[in-house]
């Protein structure tokens, strides 16, 4: 039983009772909702960087905390995107029973779209942001070696490069093999979720192209608009008694553009994102479930190669036994993780909706 | 106004028929018939009702009405009818005259017509009005006895013809421009409000599709479920709603489209002045001319370079008597030309004073249903936000519960 948690707790996986103890424990410190919380992260205060090779852009990331595992109290350290992918990589290698958050794309997606916008770079730092949070908020991601120095490092590339020639840990990397193995029976509930992730990215991608949809046509409404208060003022320009309320109308005509615009904008930036990340979501959720049907397969395998072999109890066992903690460890981070992410899930969505709800509000109300 | 016709009685386009009947070229075709209903208003009386009249009338009689009226009447703003083809349409309305929508409106700008004429305190004296409304049969052959096709001045047909006018009242003038104007600004206006409804409509009928999505998506939701079905529901009335808001919008196009036809019955009353004030110009030349040439004869002067004066000059003079004899025939000429000047004269002014009266009339009657149009424009757009608050409150309040 060489598993334990990052944070160095043994965990006795042998046994069901463990798995939902895991559980608990993973749900409580979900019920404690911020109130004695010991991690704080913020990314802010975006900057452009201008050097003979590229030009890019860097994010600040500040951390406080009360953690025994962290030095200081306080850190403000300067990453770029390129970092934040580094981390992403190294969570997913460490914890591969786990499902790490999304980053936003790499690349920009309409060619049309400026790198060094104000609106791409915000957009791009709340996302950066929630990307840390979400980490942040993860009992177990959060005491991640890695995420501790991406956090605390003046110099991570001094720290990037010493990763890369160490040979990977036992603890740390789970080998799996490529299509090798056939899996012979997926739990239903892991079926049912895998289902469940395809509909859902389904949908998503629907509503995505529908949302995108209605802001085209607004916009094009709004073109027509942008003509339509301007006829009414020359009218007023040809009458007398009339020309007020002419006017009026005019300029109630150009309000209505105004708050147009505004909803589309928002809908552009707050909405249509946070789509765009549970698709990710669904995404990298999707590979955790293969690697977790490969990793059966492979116990499986195993497991009936040692049914075959009549010799040879005692080596095969660790290793079967070995496989089977890793697939009930996965089983288990799995289901907490999805919990987890259901409920975040709701709560995003509910915001978003009634942000979405609000916004059209506003804008009748205007 | 205490003689005009619609306090007197109460006149209503009830219905619209489609009717098949064979027509002067005995053609077989489809047309639509009106329903007129008339009813006195007993003015002391309460609880006693009058009996109904009524008679059946086709579109092309109602522009015979109006084209009687026209000529009849040169110094009035007649009122128009409701367009005979469907224009600025928006790509949702058929623009077939036969469609149901297209019937209902026009029997509404129908009736619309004769209240207006009906309200109008020198048109609705008229007969031939009366008779439109009260009988049915032999009123075509009425109209036509009264030979106001002939009166009819031809030149006024040539919407474009331009009169030299050596002296033009600038009032006229600047009330040609401003209907001229008018009539642009406001086709520019429905023109564009036609593709604002199209592009509005689009925006609606999108948001539909969330409702299918929501619908298919709460399918594998356990808690978001219930939420998202009725959040869906919601986008569907959201969608739907759009209808009924751009049919009554219609309302609104119609009666800016009345004042665009009125612009142009404004238009043709001062191109009446117009040429009344050139005939009358070339009366007086003519009279001018005619004087002069008469006081060259008498007294051998010769003023002016005449083919006449010069053949006269080559080949001899005429004799006294033929002298005598056409200046007779010239001062015959200048006096019924000077009565004509006078009459013409006096003509003109009674035109411009009726004229200017109901042209006063009608820019109040104007100034007063535009208020009124734009008011009710602006009440149906809130309306319309207020729809939209209330739908989107109701799928935030979905949301919430997920």
């Not at chain 2, 040609?176 to 104007?181: A, I, L, M």
């Given at each position: ?9 043994p ?11 895991l ?5 409580l ?20 960087h ?5 030009t ?28 934040f ?5 190294k ?8 499902l ?5 794309e ?7 779209v ?26 177990v ?44 029976s ?37 073109v ?12 007023g ?62 116990y ?10 009549k010799?040879d ?7 079967v036994?070995?496989?089977?903690d ?14 987890r ?8 969505f509910?915001?978003?909706?009634m942000?979405m ?10 | ?47 006693q ?7 059946w ?16 009447y ?13 224009d600025?349409?928006?790509h ?10 297209f019937?209902?409106?026009?029997r ?8 207006r ?48 006018v050596?002296?033009p ?6 009330l ?6 008018l ?20 925006v609606?009928?999108v ?34 709603s ?32 117009e ?26 002067t ?51 004073k ?19 149009a ?7 757009q ?20 997920m």
């Open positions: 039983q060489d598993l334990s948690l990052p944070n160095g707790t965990v006795d996986t042998s046994s069901p009772a463990s798995s939902s103890s559980l608990n424990r993973l749900q410190d979900d019920d404690l909702d911020g109130e004695t919380r010991d991690l704080f992260v913020t990314v802010d205060d975006p900057k452009k201008v050097c003979t090779m590229e890019y852009i860097t994010y600040r990331v500040t951390t406080k905390t009360t953690r025994a595992e962290f030095d200081l109290p306080e850190y403000s350290v300067r990453r770029r995107y390129q970092d992918d580094w981390l992403r990589n969570l997913e290698e460490s914890q591969p029973t786990h790490i958050p999304p980053l936003p790499k690349f920009v997606v309409k060619g049309v400026d790198r060094f916008s104000e609106e791409f770079v915000e957009t791009r730092r709340k996302a950066l942001d929630k990307f840390l949070k979400r980490i942040t908020d993860h009992p991601l959060s005491f991640n070696e890695h995420f501790n120095v991406f956090l605390t490092a003046k110099d991570l590339n001094a720290y990037k490069k010493q990763g890369m020639a160490l040979l990977s840990k036992v603890g740390e990397s789970v080998k799996y093999v490529t299509g090798g193995y056939k899996l012979r997926r739990p239903l509930e892991f079926a049912a979720i895998g289902e469940y992730l395809e509909t859902f990215s389904l949908k998503l991608g629907t509503i995505d192209r529908i949302a995108q949809r209605i802001i085209k046509e607004q916009l094009e409404y709004l027509e608009l942008r003509e339509y208060g301007p006829v009414y003022s020359t009218w320009g040809l009458e007398v008694e009339l020309s007020e309320p002419l006017e009026g109308v005019s300029a109630c005509i150009g309000n209505c553009c105004t708050a147009l615009e505004e909803l589309s904008e928002d809908m552009t930036e707050d909405f249509l994102p946070v789509l765009r990340e549970y698709i990710l979501y669904s995404e990298s959720m999707k590979n955790v479930l293969k690697k977790r049907d490969q990793v059966q397969a492979e499986e395998a195993k497991l009936e190669a040692v049914a075959l072999r010799e109890r005692q080596k095969v066992p660790a290793d036994e070995k496989c089977q890793q697939v009930e460890c996965f089983n288990a981070d799995l289901k907490a993780d999805m919990e992410w259901q409920n975040n899930k709701r709560q995003d509910r915001q978003l909706l942000g709800a609000d916004k059209n509000i506003q804008y009748y109300e205007k | 106004m205490e003689d005009c016709l619609a306090k007197k009685m109460e006149i209503t386009v009830s219905e619209a028929e489609k009717r098949t009947g064979r027509n002067a070229m005995n053609i077989q075709e489809t047309y639509t018939a009106y329903l007129i209903e008339t009813r006195a208003v007993e003015s002391q009386s309460e609880g009702c009058a009996p109904v009249d009524s008679l009338r086709r579109y092309s009689e109602f522009e015979l009405l109006r084209n009687y009226l026209l000529v009849t040169p110094h009035i703003v007649v009122p128009p009818l409701p367009e005979k083809r469907a600025f349409v928006w949702k309305l058929s623009a077939d005259n036969m469609d149901p929508d019937v209902e409106r026009r509404i700008g129908l009736e619309n017509f004769l209240l004429v009906a309200s109008h305190p020198v048109l609705c004296q008229d007969k031939i009005f009366y008779s439109f409304l009260t009988q049915e049969g032999g009123w075509k052959e009425m109209v036509n006895e009264t030979g106001f096709q002939l009166k009819a001045d031809s030149r006024l047909k040539a919407l474009n013809a331009t009169f030299r050596k002296n009242d600038k009032r006229f003038t600047e040609k421009h401003y209907s001229d104007e009539q642009s600004v406001i086709s520019h206006l429905l023109r564009v409000r036609a593709r604002v409804a199209d592009r509005l409509y689009g609606y009928k948001h539909g599709n969330y409702g299918r999505v929501f619908s298919e998506w709460s399918a594998i939701e356990k808690e978001m479920g219930d939420g998202l079905q009725s959040a869906g529901h919601h986008m569907d009335v959201y969608a739907a759009i209808d009924d808001i751009l049919e009554e919008e219609e309302h609104y196009a119609d009666q800016l489209k009345e004042y665009l036809f009125y612009a142009e019955a404004l238009r043709a009353v001062c191109r009446k002045h040429l009344m004030q050139y005939d009358l110009e070339m009366a007086a030349q003519d009279l001018t001319s005619k004087k002069q040439q008469c006081e060259e004869l008498a007294t051998g010769v003023r002016t370079f005449s083919l006449k004066g010069m053949t006269s000059k080559l080949f001899g003079q005429e004799s006294p008597e033929q002298r005598e004899a056409k200046i007779k025939v010239l001062e015959e000429q200048i006096q019924e030309g000077e009565e004509q000047l006078k009459s013409k004269n006096l003509e003109g002014r009674d035109f411009v009726s004229a200017w009266a109901d042209i006063e009339r009608f820019k109040e009657q104007k100034n007063h249903d535009l208020k009124e734009l008011i009710s424009y602006a009440v149906m809130i309306s319309m936000c207020k729809k939209g608050i209330q739908v989107w409150t109701n799928a935030k309040e979905c949301f919430s519960k």
